[in-house]
């Protein structure tokens, strides 16, 4: 059940409203969400995606850059499917990670690092952990 829009603070919006210069205006009110934060995308960048290059390297994978980690990544634990109406064709296309809420995208990490421990034999540690690395060729 939806409930009506209102203004909280009816003067204080009026008077942010008063100061615009003259003109046409458009004010579109969008449900708040909390994104991912820039810490998380550290992590992700600067440990979990490193570890996952090495782990795949070491299996025998040649993947070359981080672009292509996060290609993998995002396509096989953001997937959705998309159906065309007319056809019933299924076809699978990765999320975007600009669009994660802070917990979507604690899903994300935590697949990753599921699917590495399970299947390519590493630990990737927590986020407090500084960690530094030698990674050789990257």
């Known amino acids: 059940q939806?409930?009506?829009?209102?203004v909280v603070n009816q003067k204080l919006f009026r008077g942010e409203v008063d100061l615009l210069p003259d003109g046409r205006y458009r004010i579109t009110v969008e449900k708040y969400r909390k994104?991912?934060?820039?810490?998380?995308?550290?992590w992700l960048y600067g440990q979990i995606y490193?570890?996952?290059?090495?782990?795949?390297?070491?299996?025998?994978?040649?993947?070359?850059?981080?672009?292509?980690i996060d290609?993998?990544?995002?396509?096989?634990?953001?997937?959705?499917?998309?159906?065309?109406?007319?056809t019933g064709?299924?076809?699978?296309?990765?999320?975007?990670?600009?669009?994660?809420?802070?917990?979507?995208?604690?899903?994300?990490?935590?697949?990753?690092?599921?699917w590495a421990s399970e299947d390519l034999m590493i630990n990737i540690p927590d986020p407090e952990t500084n960690l530094t690395i030698n990674y050789g060729r990257l």
């Open 35 to 42: 994104n991912k934060s820039n810490s998380q995308l550290g």
């Open 89 to 114: 064709e299924v076809m699978e296309i990765p999320a975007l990670k600009r669009d994660m809420t802070t917990t979507e995208f604690s899903t994300y990490v935590e697949a990753i690092r599921k």
């Open 71 to 86: 290609i993998l990544c995002k396509d096989k634990f953001t997937s959705k499917e998309i159906v065309n109406i007319n």
């Open 50 to 68: 490193p570890f996952v290059l090495r782990g795949l390297n070491d299996l025998g994978w040649e993947i070359a850059s981080m672009d292509e």
């Open 2 to 6: 939806s409930k009506p829009f209102r």
